[in-house]
């Protein structure tokens, strides 16, 4: 019976495995080989010289790498800052209110990412929604806030606000009531149970909630793109360019390959120390 | 000279909008003193201990420890601890870190704090290996010790006990009832013990009161509580008992309502009398009925059909409908088995001295 499980296993999980390997794996290998190529080539039958990465160091693109990961940096610590009040109170306080939430914030993403962040665009631009009519109502403007480091940071966090927030509601909806009681029965005050009961029990939905918005902010363009007007290049728009443009693949694949590599790292060091299992309620 | 109560309620009244679930509660606990409040589910027990110990506001009323106000004092303030249900030990924490917690928090120095962790490890009879252990590793009557340990850590003035043996298997929570009560004996310290079954409160308790629908019906000992209950609620939540509804017929006399009961002794020997149509129950433990011969006699005689007999253990229990439709109960123990057989007539007969009086309908 076991074994006839087992076998039952393997084939209900062939599909996906199919799909994982064909569109998954077999780019990610395409590109890895694409990144050992000589520059300026558009087939892999050459000889590796991995000259694309060496350029990767001289030409500086080492900058938007560090622009793009400190921007992940700080988005994710401000999400989780924002989330962590909204999160528990959908967990543990608002009832039948959180349903409301959650649908309000998931409609959310029924509209395209670009769109709204032309929205927000049209609503921050000089002469925009805000600035414009503050101007033609009390004759003083201001300068719009576009263009600029804080605001591609802020399109960050309004962009990956569910995936920080729904993991991090799950994470705290798994503290149970009573070990805070017991916590607050035996002497702890508000502060202390949330560092010593809360955070600790909470950690799989904040490490999933950080993972996700870190590695999806890591590789994010648009909002470099649209709201910070290519103030800041961030490593994505590199890769782009190098595609695009500059029609070296190898060096768009060797700087994809570092990319891959160093958010790979994080990833697997994150899943590894939690519990996947316990977050989606499986018994095992 | 009368001691000064350790915990002293008055008045106390917890409203939820329309609905009370705690009405007035009046009562005084004594230092030392194992406490067990008993009430079905829904009887406001558990409200009851969640305003002793801070989690829930009282409605009105005061409560004061050692004559101090602490009703308005939050959970985390108050000099006394509960164990909970779950027991709500902390799964991110090894047992040591758990029994240590209040400690740290009081920002005791970890030497001091590994010490009382050991001793009270050594306490709770758990082994001193057991302090690195995880709490996963550990089973359902060696967390329901770590809780103890972590609650007695800062050294409560009052421990609190929700129902903590209710999730175990009932031969652990046979021995730990008895455990529980060995604890007590040796830290010397006032527990208050709320259950629902009055069978582990009597095992451990020096007074148990019965509440009922926000209310005490009774506070006594657990002898009181099962040879002499106040009302039919208390005398039916302990185990199996045998009412009779009776009414007073002249000063001296009782009358069966409609059952067939010969009065021969005074009813006066109950240590009650009751006027003329007052109405009262007449309560008999099954233990103390007898299956009569035809030669022998007793104060109170009645006949029936043996109906069913079950096998409880070291005891049979015997049911036997009487004329009016009644099923009593009676409880022999396995050596007096009885040998009449089921569908038979018998006569069954109980003693003035065995029986007590509850008035009121």
Redesign the interface.
Known sequence: MERLDRKLGIFSALPLGVILLVCFLAPLLVVAAFSVMPERVFDLKHIPDFSAYSVFFQQGYYKSLFWSLGMALISTVVLFLVCWPLAFGMAKVFGKFSLVLTIAVVMSLFVSENIRLFGWVLTLMKGGLFEGYLRSITGYGFDSPLYDTPIIIFGLVYVYLPFMLFPLAQGISMVPDDARQAAADLGATRWQILRQIDLPLAAPGILVGSLLSFVLAAGAVAESKILGGQSIIVIADDIESAFTFGQNWPLGAALSMVLILIIGVFAIFGVSRIDLDAIMGRKR | MEMQPILSLKNVVKNYGDFTAVRGIDLDITEGEFFTIVGPSGSGKSTMIRML???EDVSSGEIKLRNNRIDQT????RPT??V???L?????MSVGQNIE??LK??KENPANRKQRALELLDLLRLPASYYNKRISQCSGGEKQRVALA??L??DPEILFFDEPLSALDYRLRKTLDKELKDLHDRTGKTFVYITHSLEEAMVMSDRIAIMKEGEFEQIATADEIYGKPVSRFVAEFMGEVNLFSVEGTKSEGLQGNGIEIHVNGNATELGVSLKKGEKAALMVRPEYVRFLQSTETSDFVVRGILQAEFALGSRIQYEVTISTGKTLTVEKLREDRFSGEIGSDVTLGFDTHHVHLIRGE
């Not at chain 2, 939050?74 to 303030?77: E, G, H, R």
Request: net charge positive.
């Open positions: 110990v801070g989690m939050p959970a985390n303030l601890c509960m909970f249900q779950s709500a030990l902390f799964p991110h917690f209040p928090l009081r972590r609650a850590a800062f």
